[in-house]
């Protein structure tokens, strides 16, 4: 089984950045958003991205001008914008990265199961929920996988490739054939919550938000504690605003109502407090630092 027609639900920060390695990756993608505005911002994010790593692939002397042009023409050529998830029904595989919401996901599985050609394959990016639930929900959990990417998409190395006790081998396969010309290395995980890295992951960084409502340290010391002394390339709070502190919150929360038995799992207040402050971290302007794009302000 080999992917060729790629379908991306959602174009923020997740799904443009699968759009955009699916795509150089050879792969013809439909991307599908709720509203012309989204879809494109995150084309012009893109846009903006794909021109970035040509040109610095000219500077370390692995593509000519032309090559890197190619690149980029060549890249935003093989994908198409819509509004309607009818665009995607020939598409042999099918991601979602929308919106952290079980129900909402279930949803959108439900939907895309009427609509898809029998074969086409569906993966979720869920950070978190159980593939399963959204496996049987699609109506075909056979061709079900999780497929976790890691933000920035396109800089990031790694995709988590989930299989549940239903998904077929052949499914599997394709999954982690298509990681890998997505650029990425593959590992496989079970449907366990969080997968490997946000199993340890999220927790770490709960850790240091409660240190840091503590006052054991500040945000500054906490995070270059980790960059210097474990040779992290940012530190939790810094990678906390990375991330998202919604984000980070839909997942504890998730988790706390499923295991609340689990000490890993808990919500730290000031995460609460934040976010309900509106202030979601670099996508925002402001989470644990203030934001100017890219940059700490
Ligand atoms: N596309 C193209 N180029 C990009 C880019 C993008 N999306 N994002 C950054 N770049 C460029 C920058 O512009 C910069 O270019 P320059 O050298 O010309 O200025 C270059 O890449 C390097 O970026 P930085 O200057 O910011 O330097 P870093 O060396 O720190 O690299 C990083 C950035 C790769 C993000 C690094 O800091 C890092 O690895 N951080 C940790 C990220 C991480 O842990 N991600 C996982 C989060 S968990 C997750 O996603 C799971 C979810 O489910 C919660």
């Given at each position: 089984m080999k992917i060729q027609k790629v379908g991306v639900v959602g174009c923020g920060l997740m799904g443009h950045g699968i759009v955009q390695v699916a795509a150089q990756g050879g792969c013809d993608v439909v991307v599908v958003e709720a509203e012309q505005g989204f879809l494109d911002k995150g084309l012009g994010r893109i846009e903006k991205s794909v021109t970035k790593l040509s040109q610095k692939l000219v500077e370390k002397g692995k593509k000519t001008e032309e090559q890197a042009q190619e690149m980029v023409t060549g890249t935003l050529g093989r994908i198409t914008g819509s509004l309607?998830?009818?665009?995607?029904?020939?598409?042999?595989l099918v991601v979602d990265a929308i919106v952290e919401n079980l129900e909402i996901k279930k949803a959108l599985f439900a939907e895309l199961g009427g609509i898809c050609k029998p074969e086409t394959v569906f993966a979720s990016n869920t950070?978190?929920?159980?593939?399963g639930e959204m496996a049987d929900a699609s109506g075909r959990p056979d061709r079900f996988v999780g497929l976790h990417f890691f933000n920035p998409v396109q800089l990031m190395r790694l995709v988590e490739v989930v299989r549940t006790e239903s998904t077929d081998e052949d499914v599997f396969a394709a999954a982690r054939a298509f990681g890998e010309a997505c650029g990425k290395t593959p590992v496989s995980c079970k449907?366990?919550?969080?997968?490997?890295v946000n199993r340890l992951l999220v927790p770490y960084m709960t850790q240091a938000l409660l240190m840091l409502d503590r006052g054991d340290a500040s945000r500054e010391d906490i995070d270059a504690a980790m960059q210097l002394?474990?040779?992290?390339?940012?530190?939790p709070l810094t990678l906390t605003d990375y991330v998202g502190l919604d984000t980070t919150l839909f997942i504890l929360q998730g988790w706390k109502e499923r295991y609340?038995?689990?000490?890993?799992f808990e919500v730290p207040a000031i995460l609460e407090k934040l976010v309900a402050e509106g202030k979601l971290g670099r996508k925002t302007g402001e989470g644990f630092y203030k934001w100017d794009g890219d940059k700490k302000a």
């Open positions: 309607d998830k009818a665009d995607l029904a020939d598409c042999d950070s978190s929920f159980p593939i449907d366990t919550p969080g997968f490997v002394g474990c040779g992290h390339p940012m530190g609340p038995d689990e000490p890993a």
